[in-house]
């Protein structure tokens, strides 16, 4: 994998030397644009077809996805750095119908390596949130979706089991920013500790019922064993073993239901909670037998002493205008999630955010994107930034250079990192600028 981590480094320095970088917590989408001719800058490939659109045509669909976060800051934090973060992705689909005439059939692999530095470790940033957010769970290839899923009762039922991040069947599933705010599976930003975002899986089944063309019911049980994020047991983190879980950890609960409006004007509304049926609590919070004094008439509460802990969340992803033949138009997005405050130190998070295709006529898919957040830090917390709330702001210009590589040229701008600022030490901070290029390498 060394040599995988030198050619990320490789493609990452190529970039900032093009103008940009780029990279994803879920690089799952296909290219931009359907493969029609070999011409090097308009294929959607870097090294060509390879046979690939055979391949599809049998039952095979193969890619290979490169992407890279190079992110800086100017303020924020106790100096000035820079960091580099990515993943190298590859994934393959088989259709059973195709190659086994099994109808419904599909398996699913998925495999993550990722590389590289976190910025504000490196720059001492006190944020809640990534500022680069790619990075994270090792610098491991991991096992990310390991998968068979089944189509019956004329495709309306799904059922899916396998080695699975919840994320990939719940929650807001885009990642366009750099900052984590606006990136991913809302739930898992802020509860990381139990809620595993991209790219770590875990052993879970889920069913996918649709009620009506528009209208689809989704629950899902996951193992929600800590073990699953190791980065010392290969037989764990990059096979799909099983973890010991040494006490039983129980299990992850998601259910949703998913309204997706047709054409022209599509989207998807999402509207969910969850619950784990573990006992813990985030760090940050008082103790398993710590209590929370009364206020205002409200009786105190003695943390620790309840079973399970949960949340609710919705995510509304919706294109607002139609301005060209090609995806060109406008779309938002706005997620809000909600978690248990007896056991959460993030106790809420909301983002929103716009981006426009085609800003520019002569640059029919070129992009521009913005978006505004807030990460809420529990009133409970033992720590000077309790009660406050991180609030980024990024905004980024994307260049479709080529057919294969989109470049995004991107500025944040972190009020409060922490939620008012504080580092571990009790310091007050400057609020952040940070600089960043993100890439994004088709191959």
Partial sequence: MKAVHAWGVAVALSSLMSGGAYAADLLTKAPPVPYVDDDFWTRPYLFGDLGRTRLKEMGIDLGVTLGDEAVGNVSGGSKNATANAGQLWFGAKFDLEKLAGIHGGTVGFTLVDRFGRNLNTDADIPALQLTNEVFGRGNIPRLTQFYYSQLLFDDRLELKGGRLPVGSDFFFGLCEFINLTFCGGQPGNIQGGYIYNWPVSQWAGVAHYKLSPEFTLSVGVYDANPNYLTTSDPAIYMLPGIPASNPASGVLVPVELVW?????????????????????????????????????????????????????????????????????????????????????????????????????????????????????????????????NEIPLEAWYGWQATGWMNLKFDLQYVINPGGRGFNVAGVKTEDAWVYGLRTEVHF
């Fill in 260 to 388: 997706s409006p047709k054409a022209p004007l599509t989207g998807t509304w999402r509207l969910g909670g969850w619950y784990d049926s573990a006992s813990s609590i985030d760090g940050g919070l008082p103790g398993i037998t710590a209590t929370i004094p009364g206020v205002g008439g409200v009786p105190g509460q003695t943390l620790g002493d309840q079973r399970g802990r949960y949340g609710f969340y919705e995510s509304i992803l919706q294109r607002l205008t139609v301005d060209g033949p090609d995806a060109q138009g406008w779309y938002t997005f706005l997620n809000t999630t909600v978690a248990d405050h007896r056991t959460s130190y993030q106790d809420y998070q909301i983002a929103l955010g716009f981006r426009h295709t085609g800003t520019f006529a002569w640059r029919p898919r070129d992009e521009v994107g913005f978006a505004v957040g807030t990460t809420h830090v529990n009133s409970a917390a033992l720590s000077p930034n309790a009660g406050g």
